[in-house]
């Protein structure tokens, strides 16, 4: 076998040896407590605070308005209950607005807020995965005190108009915030022009260490810590800080950002080139999500009358990575709350393959896939009674 094609970095991304190399001292030379006063502890401190600096710079915020966290979803849940109980504990509602395709760290987060007394309203989607703004502005009610809107979706790549939709917010005097875990390496994070209040980033994403998130919280915004303990980040998030993580962390998003140009460049170029591909060689397939108006690297694509696992499966033989979703929900055998938001039925759902490409990702890379994935389609296709029954009678027979 050639060596792995891996074609999921929507999942993780391998840290660069550079992230790496940046990490390594604050495990065994550098490894002081930043709460310390001695000269090591002292050291790490510094490093928190430079890290901190490389975050706010790239998202245009200030160092005071980044708080690090153990990964994406612990900086979702501390922006969604963290605001949304401060803003009930000050009396001013108990209404919350999010999205039917939110990854499930935002669901699940605004589902347990319905047990404090929280109302919430989940706008849907076209078939393209977009958020209509003016869905957005008919569910702003007086007691609305959050709305969370993801950046890009994690498994059909469509980016939202986020700064239209910040707008509406920030006209009616809402907070917003996003989750932006996708968006890191491949849009803009400026949180002044994407008009968000909040907003989440895990490292793991563009090619830092797994554990190591950040949640950006404007000046001004109310918010309870969701983990008590001692008073680091400014009393809103306890816990000693991981210092290799969180090095790792900003100078993974400081290479992201300088090489992003690049990056979008290269990994559209090899999506374009899978999913052309697909659709030339490989009757009734089709692309989930907008066409135009997603992620780069981002390929999701249903095959009708062939179910996605079978086709990961007999991928992975021939050495491709790949995904049918959110690795959150791998192994699930529910069709996608995603792609069943976008209209789609259960087949159609269950009959869908995430494709996502990455700096290491060649042409060639591509070429292999193209020639592997139409055998497989058409053998599982072969016992398909429902594909058959499609099939002109001289194929059929």
């Known amino acids: 076998m050639e060596h792995p094609v891996y074609l999921d970095h929507a999942a993780t991304t391998p840290t660069d040896p550079t992230v790496v190399a940046a990490m390594l001292p604050y495990f065994s030379e550098l490894y002081g407590n930043p709460s310390s006063i001695y000269r090591i502890g002292r050291a790490s401190l510094q490093a928190l605070d430079d890290a901190r600096s490389v975050v706010a710079e790239v998202l245009g915020a200030t160092p005071k308005e980044i708080i690090f966290t153990g990964g994406g979803s612990e900086a979702d849940n501390l922006a969604i209950k963290g605001v949304a109980l401060a803003q009930q504990k000050a009396g001013r509602g108990a209404h919350v607005i999010t999205t039917a395709i939110e990854h499930h760290a935002v669901l699940h987060a605004c589902d347990y807020l319905r047990e404090f007394g929280f109302e919430m309203s989940v706008l849907p989607v076209d078939a393209n995965g977009l958020v209509s703004p003016a869905d957005l502005r008919a569910a702003i009610r007086p007691d609305t005190v959050l709305a969370t809107i993801m950046y890009a979706n994690n498994e059909i790549g469509t980016i939202q108009p986020l700064a239209e939709l910040g707008a509406i917010c920030r006209e009616h005097k809402v907070l917003f915030h996003t989750d932006a875990v996708q968006a890191g390496g491949a849009l803009p994070l400026n949180v002044n022009d994407l008009n968000v209040d909040l907003l989440s980033l895990t490292a793991h994403k563009f090619y830092g260490p797994k554990g190591s998130g950040a949640l950006y919280v404007r000046r001004g915004v109310p918010l309870l810590p969701q983990i008590n303990g001692g008073g680091q980040e400014r009393r809103r998030r306890a816990g000693t800080e991981n210092v ?72 992975d033989q021939q050495g491709f990575c790949a995904s049918s979703g959110s690795a959150c929900t791998s192994g699930s055998v529910e069709p996608s709350h995603v792609l069943t938001a976008l209209g789609f039925g259960p087949e159609r759902a269950l009959g869908s393959v995430r494709f996502t490409v990455g700096k290491a990702t060649t042409a060639a890379d591509i070429d292999r896939l193209l020639n592997v994935l139409p055998p497989i389609i058409e053998r599982l296709r072969s016992v398909s009674p429902q594909y058959q029954a499609v099939q002109p009678a001289s194929v059929a027979a």
């Open 244 to 315: 290799p993580g969180i090095v790792g962390f900003a100078t993974a998003l400081a290479l992201a950002e300088a090489n992003r140009s690049q990056y979008r460049e290269h990994a559209s170029a090899l999506r374009e080139q899978l999913i052309e591909g697909v659709l030339q060689r490989i009757p009734y397939t089709a692309v989930n999500g907008h066409r135009t108006q997603r992620l780069p690297n981002n390929a999701n694509l249903a095959f009708d009358y062939a179910e996605g696992e079978s086709v990961l499966l007999l991928l």
